[in-house]
């Protein structure tokens, strides 16, 4: 039951996610983003399982994660040259590296979910393939 709580909770989080991402930059690449895990988010939350498409969002989003991480006005810049500003005192994202490092936290919740529900599904389908 927690687990259909943990999902839905994050479903609709998710889909919020999506349609605050109209009005950023690059809305193509985000809204689908959010759309990916939401919707694996509502197949859990109906107790359908897909372990391959978790670890599939996993990846994809872990590499885009580095990419973000050590790029130029990247999350390691905002730390370094930036001295970790504070990135949430207004929307507006005047500066790139404010982008980057919000961007960066974003795919970071979107693995967590992704790896909780993976290691979830994991667990379950050796339950039930128990003698």
């Known amino acids: 039951m927690t687990m ?5 909770i ?3 989080l998710f889909i919020l996610f999506a ?3 109209y009005n950023d930059p690059d809305p193509y690449l985000w ?9 694996l988010c509502c197949l859990a939350f109906r107790q359908k399982i897909y372990p391959k498409l978790y670890l599939f ?9 580095a990419y973000l991480f050590f790029s130029k006005d990247g ?5 370094r040259e930036h001295q970790a500003e504070n990135i949430a005192h207004e929307m507006k994202a005047k500066k790139p590296w404010i982008e980057a490092t919000r961007e960066f936290f ?15 599904s994991r667990r379950r389908i050796q339950s039930i393939h128990k003698p």
């Open 31 to 39: 809204i689908p983003i959010y759309l990916y895990v939401a919707a």
């Open 75 to 79: 999350m390691l810049d905002w730390m």
């Open 106 to 120: 974003g795919l970071v919740i979107l693995i967590v979910v992704l790896l909780v529900n993976y290691f979830y």
């Open 19 to 21: 349609a605050l991402q």
């Open 57 to 65: 969002g996993i990846v994809i989003y872990a590499f885009y994660a």
């Open 4 to 8: 259909k709580i943990f999902n839905l």
């Open 10 to 12: 994050f479903c609709v």
